[in-house]
């Protein structure tokens, strides 16, 4: 039996570099979220720059952020609180120096937004800064009320369509990526126009995002299929922490519609989670109530809601003032509306979703892989932030940090190089794919998305992974040894391909920590304190797993 980590082999298509178009950059950057084209606006002349987006630049987890970034801007704030609670929250894992850097640097970052044209709501002058789950105190700029990814988003992807030396491929998919000699040089790409193509660069950032669509229930848009964390897998880069997603506590449920994400700042505003008898629960599980870290809500209302054995819980906007309610959240009051909804006299029905993963690619300080030649920023990344659980508001924070320090590592490594011709190594991939009849891919895309939600999800045991391996196994023998055309049955490998290492490492982690919850091993273990690491094996050899301490 083959270990449950290998894959049939390193690329998911053939390629012949005589047959295919070539392009040529200094900087390939995977990905058009914050923490990509906020990587893209470091990048100085005369380097250049190719973005490539799975979708419309504008389509990405960071657009959808509704409650805002975290950032020490009050004087009566501190760095050290906002350090202290991202350890909270973090359950043993965090790493302090990297929460230090990334909270002190924030101020910096959050003016540059301002600069690039960013408009975050004031009060009085003054920055109206919001409170959220797990912070000690109010420190959460936002914009639009709910819509700040929307307007961080707008500013940012206009500054770089303004960049001289920036293009931006939108609608492209990234097959795989390109190394040589143990160094990532590049990408395959594919769209409807170019078919495949290879892009090789100086450096590649992998700006991915992340993978909640793995799950049927769940915030993320559409393009949330973990591809980056696939990528830099099959290529050969650190995979770690890769048994936590987080689950938001509150997203709209209403049933047969899509999934909408209910931002926490509504509790940090005082609203209530109330069970199906109107009773509020939340105190008796934290003492901070609605206001306890993400993974500790999520845990209440899925036992409350098993308890009652009703499919959702409710929150309560009731007693706050009907006005200021409407215009700090405009954007949640007309989702509401369009079910009928008054967010100021009705309940809301809601229920947890997969809405953030810890897991990826290890980096440095510096955004640097364990591949040489490959960087990465933000959700695609385990950076050291975010620990076993993520405090609210740090991940928009992540992305602009990594991002830009991405950015200055490639400019002063490749300025300090001089130019540099790029050439084409001698490198192809003969893909032989076993004849089989064609597969139905969105019931077997469906069916992963079930069974991770059953098995995968806020609460996990040893049958239920090892039933979720057995399955996962048996579609990857016969979809990851397929040779595809199109990003449908690209897609479906990646998420596969994700869904393995979630559930390998989840079934090696014998304790409850942070997002991971254990029902066969509820208490945390200071043993497991540590990290669980992954590589991609060389083919036909064993796995190399790593087991870190943090």
Sequence with gaps: MPHPLALPRR?????DPRDLPHHFTDVLIIGGGLAGLRAALGIVDPLRVLVVTKDEVRESNS????????????PEDHFEDHIADTIAAGKGLCDPDVVAMVVREAPERIAELIHWGTKFDEHEGQFALGREGGHSHARIVHALGDATGREVMRAVIGQARHQAN????????????????????????????????????????????GAGQLYRES???AIATGDGHALAYRAGAEMRDMEFMQFHPTVLYIAGSSRHLLTEALRGEGAYLRDRDGRRFMPEFHPLAELAPRDDVSRAITATMAKSQHPCVY????????????ARFPGIDALCRGFDLDITKDLIPVRPGAHYYMGGATVDTHGRTTLPGLWAAGEVTSSGLHGANRL????????????????????????DAGPTLLEVPPISADVRASNREPLDLMDIRES????????VGITRDAAGLAEASHLVDFWCRYVLSQSFDGPAGWTLQNMLTVSRLMIASARDREESRGVHTR?????????????IAWTRPPLNEAVDRIAQSS
Excluded at 522 to 530: E, I, K, N, Y
């Design 315 to 326: 929150l309560d906007l009731r007693h706050l003032d009907a006005t200021a309610t409407r």
């Design 63 to 74: 657009a959808y952020a509704q409650g805002g970034i975290a950032g020490v801007l009050d």
């Design 392 to 415: 609210a508001s740090n991940s928009l924070l992540e992305g602009l940090v990594y991002g830009a320090r991405a950015a200055e590592d490639i400019t002063r490594t490749l300025l």
């Design 166 to 209: 920036v293009r931006i491929w939108q609608n492209s998919f990234t097959i795989d990526l390109l190394s040589h000699e143990g160094r990532c040089r590049g990408a395959i790409v594919w769209d409807k126009k170019r078919g495949p193509s290879l892009v090789w660069a100086r450096a590649v950032i992998l700006a991915t995002g």
């Design 11 to 15: 690329n998911l298509v053939p390629f």
């Design 519 to 531: 029902r066969d091993f509820p208490q945390t273990d200071p043993a497991w304190a540590r990290h």
């Design 219 to 221: 915030t993320n848009p």
């Design 448 to 455: 992963l998305r079930s069974l991770m939600w059953r098995h």
